[in-house]
């Protein structure tokens, strides 16, 4: 008898080492065959964690509640069971057996953080009171960190949320999700050029998101870095193809850098996309046809641009101008020069100074010409 018991036992441990093993190389559908051959809590435990590693959710929510039915206060299950729930929308039970875990030990930070994502995930108001909990019971957790910072930040907390991001980087200077946040609230702060520091932080690790890229482009431009905010547009335009507002700042930032054709192209592209407003887009390329001696079609152009937005000053100025080069007879060029006067009382002082200017020369050349007649 004792000879068989121990052959038993033998082939027992055999059977649970090759499941194991064929588990830990990710074997996983062999292995749960072998674990299936013993009837405990360990390899119940163990058959939910690899139908949890393929995929397969319900089968290993069964599995780990098999295990509760005879263990309940099991943490490291209940733990597993609670992300699992989690992560397939079930609520209500996560945060049941995420309370369960906190009931057991109050001081674990990891728990109150998950219930705080649980609580989220519903809509609770009281949500952040969890990952305040988390990083006060744990000043390194990370987590609960970057769940205190977006909120501070989307409440315009702005100190609270430097505090948190310097807290965030003395655990980690590296973390780029702290850096990430760091040069939004730099951004939104419009502390352009640090900002774009930061941002510049995550380009050179290779960690850069469209939405960086785009931030970084828009700092490079408000602090005249008009090569790199191409470089950053182009770059986000990659990861977004079809996104005429890019289109839209490229063919600004081309026509301002002097490179006209591609202006021109990215001014048309931002136009077939349909731009709520693609009044600047129509100057653009106005601008490209002035700039070109095209004066006919830039015409057509600005009155586009002023058909979209008729309280388009430059757009108007450009027109009278197009005129001034385009028609021969003086009249109608004062009369498009007092068309934008009369449309524009308020104009910047520099714009009615060149057009008070012109209008006072066009008036000379009139009387001169009225004088030879006579």
């Not at 027992?12 to 809590?41: F, H, P, R, W």
């Not at 930061?198 to 998101?209: D, H, R, S």
């Not at 709520?276 to 070109?292: A, E, Q």
Request: hydrophobic share 35%; with cysteine.
């Amino acid at each position: 008898m004792l000879s068989v018991v121990c052959y038993k036992v033998g082939a027992q441990t055999s059977t649970l080492s090759v499941a194991d093993s064929l588990y830990l190389v990710g074997n996983y559908s062999k292995a749960i065959q072998l674990y299936q051959q013993e009837k405990n809590n360990y390899t119940e435990t163990q058959i939910a964690k690899a139908y949890k590693a393929l995929g397969n959710t319900k089968k290993a929510i069964k599995s780990y509640e098999n295990v509760l039915k005879v263990d309940s206060l099991n943490t490291l299950v209940l733990y597993d069971y609670g992300k699992l729930l989690f992560s397939a929308g079930k609520l209500e039970k996560s945060l049941q057996t995420f309370e369960k875990l906190e009931e057991k030990d109050t001081l674990n930070p990891n728990f109150h953080y998950h219930i705080g994502l649980v609580k989220e995930a519903l809509e609770r108001n009281d949500y952040l009171q969890s990952y305040e909990t988390a990083f006060q019971l744990d000043a390194q957790h990370q987590k609960s960190i970057y769940k205190l910072i977006k909120s501070a930040i989307e409440h315009q907390e702005f100190d609270k949320a430097e505090d948190l991001i310097q807290k965030g980087l003395q655990n980690n200077e590296e973390d780029a999700k702290i850096i990430g946040f760091n040069a939004q609230l730099l951004y939104a702060n419009k502390a352009y050029r640090k900002a774009l520091l930061w941002f510049e932080k995550l380009i050179n690790e290779k960690k850069a998101t469209q939405y960086v890229y785009e931030k970084a482009a828009f700092s490079a431009y408000r602090t005249n870095k008009i090569l790199k905010s191409i470089s950053y547009y182009e770059a986000a335009l990659k990861r977004d193809a079809g996104n005429y507002f890019y289109h839209s700042q490229l063919a600004k930032l081309y026509y301002q850098d002097g490179i006209i054709d591609k202006a021109e192209h990215h001014a048309s592209q931002a136009i077939v996309g349909k731009m709520t407003d693609p009044s600047g887009d129509y100057y653009i390329l106005g601008m490209v046809h002035f700039d070109r001696k095209e004066f006919r079609k830039a015409m057509k152009l600005f009155q586009m641009a002023l058909d979209e937005n008729p309280e388009y000053e430059l757009a108007q100025l450009r027109l009278a101008q197009c005129a001034d080069n385009y028609f021969a007879d003086l009249d109608e060029k004062m009369k498009m020069y007092e068309r934008f006067l009369e449309k524009f009382p308020e104009a910047k002082v520099e714009i009615k100074t060149i057009v008070n200017t012109r209008i006072r020369e066009l008036k000379e050349e009139i009387h001169l010409k009225s004088e030879e007649k006579n």
